[in-house]
């Protein structure tokens, strides 16, 4: 998948904006406002929990490509059939925390096997990546607390590859390990990155973190990008803005 950002299409075609809302109209007064912007947009917990499986069925009717972000992370069995639900909804991303093991992340590509058996030719298969480290995880956090030892780079290239023995087409990680990762499991294997500050942002409760370019820069695939969008005064103009430093 190349990194060069030729057009703006293509550049909004590889932000994805995390509508990290408490309600469904909360995040539909955001569309609005990006109308016409081909962004992914990222469904998370809160938002799905709250407005469920319509809602990402009103984001793919309007014709977005969607990022189910709900992090699985249990017993194979009841993954497989998490991930048969969710392949069911037509999403186009979502994702399994690395760290439950190559048998689950298994069973998650099984659910998703099942599910297209179901829905019959011409079903999309959604692209499964999993949750290496996420961008909150320092390096005292990831030894002191998780209890991994090592640095936080050699965690999520350990779970990368796992993720690609399991058969998963990519990660999620902060974009400070994308060329470890391109280089551990080749190039075409997906990264989507959240982390992501445009230059002035402030970095909330995040660590490991990167502008729009120099992520892709290092040849990450996808961007994830909330606060700076959705907490902005003219998030339309914030978009347009991260567009420009990408073309």
């Not at 293509?10 to 995040?27: C, K, Q």
């Not at 096997?113 to 480290?133: C, E, F, N, S, Y």
């Not at 993720?163 to 391109?182: D, M, N, R």
């Amino acid at each position: 998948m190349t990194t060069s950002l030729r057009t703006r299409a293509e550049a909004a075609g590889r932000i994805m904006v995390a509508l990290d809302y408490p309600s469904a109209e909360g995040a539909g007064k955001l569309l609005e406002q990006l109308s016409g912007i081909p962004c992914y947009m990222k469904v998370g917990m809160q938002l799905f929990y709250a407005a469920g499986p319509g809602f990402v069925a009103s984001l793919k009717d309007k014709g977005y490509h969607v990022f189910l972000d709900l992090k699985m992370h249990d017993i194979p069995n009841t993954v497989k059939g998490g991930a048969e639900s969710i392949a069911r909804l037509g999403v186009d991303v979502f994702n399994v925390h690395a760290a439950g093991g190559k048998l689950m992340m298994e069973a998650a590509l099984e659910g998703v096997d099942k599910a297209l058996t179901g829905l019959g030719a011409g079903a999309a298969r959604p692209l499964v990546i999993g949750v290496t480290q996420l961008t909150s995880t320092s390096q005292q956090v990831l030894n002191d607390e998780i209890g991994l030892p090592g640095t936080v780079e050699q965690a999520v290239v350990r779970y990368a590859r796992l993720a690609q023995e399991a058969g998963l087409q990519g990660v999620v990680a902060s974009p400070l390990e994308v060329t470890q990762i391109k280089a551990a499991c080749g190039a075409g294997f997906v990264t989507v990155t959240p982390g992501i500050r445009p230059a002035g942002a402030e970095l909330a409760d995040q660590t490991r973190v990167m502008t729009p370019a120099a992520a892709f820069a290092q040849g990450t695939d996808y961007v994830v990008i909330g606060r700076p969008i959705t907490g902005a005064a003219d998030p339309r103009a914030a978009v347009e803005g991260i567009i420009d430093s990408l073309v």
